[in-house]
């Protein structure tokens, strides 16, 4: 038969055929009689702020030209498969107002699952400065929470719960400038086979200006709730 394309408006992507299939377009064959489907379509959750864009997945987001360094990307409230690899310095940002230490617990309406399958629930690739993670939940990665890789100077981490991540729930790699990482929740950490697990850990090099403040850590099996390891700190 002759394919069939389902369309979506601005702001909307293409989810599935209200019989299941998910090919979009779809090409029918060996039909014995009229087929009645309807395209359904969902609302793009990746808002970049500063011109009122809409995406798919923040690697999207990442990817358009127009995505710049200090751009807010706002996620809809839902669970999103990880990880997440931020390429370019932006803000990203879930659900606001999380209070961790006021009790009881709340954890935002965003989520970033990885199912026990993926290694690091949101990556800061290396040399990226300026990036922010704000409002999340990040949970069952087997390795990192979260990753800055190396370079990540002008990193903030805060108002988020990271928990269920085998390794650490915040692991950044030095020399780095200017990092806070305030008002989280990180728990049920290093649990994985061999690791010496950290709630919040910064290694290696030289680390200045960095301010860790108003943190809840808790629960976790390894070596250490908050650490600064090797290298230097001013």
């Known amino acids: ?21 998910t090919a979009n377009p779809r090409t029918d ?5 009229d087929i009645n489907v309807i395209a359904n379509f969902a609302a793009d959750p990746v808002h970049r702020v500063s011109d009122g864009a809409y995406f798919a997945s923040v690697a999207a987001a990442l990817a ?13 409230p839902g669970t999103y498969s990880g990880g997440i690899v931020l390429t370019k310095g932006v803000h990203l940002v879930g659900s606001t107002g999380f209070t961790p230490l006021a009790g009881p617990i709340s954890p935002p309406s965003v989520v970033i699952d990885g199912g026990n399958m993926v ?3 949101i990556t800061i690739a290396a040399g990226v400065t300026g990036a922010s993670v704000s409002g999340l939940e990040i949970r069952n990665f087997t390795r990192y929470c979260v990753h800055g890789v190396s370079g990540n100077d002008n990193l903030t981490i805060t108002e988020s719960v990271l928990h269920h ?3 650490s729930g915040v692991w950044i790699n030095g020399d780095v400038d200017d990092v806070t990482i305030d008002h989280n929740e990180v728990h049920d950490f290093g649990f994985g086979s061999g690791v010496a697990g950290r709630g919040i850990v910064i290694w290696n090099g030289a680390k200045r200006d960095i301010t860790i403040s108003d943190n809840y850590v808790h629960d976790g099996a390894g070596c250490c709730g908050i650490e600064l390891q090797d290298g230097t700190a001013t």
């Open 119 to 121: 290694q690091d629930g």
């Open 165 to 167: 991540c085998a390794d």
């Open 29 to 33: 064959t060996n039909v014995q009689a």
């Open 1 to 21: 038969g002759t394919a069939v394309t389902a369309v979506p408006n601005t702001g909307y992507h293409f989810d599935a055929w209200s019989d299941g299939v």
């Open 64 to 76: 358009d030209a127009g995505t710049q360094d200090g751009d807010t990307l706002e996620l809809a």
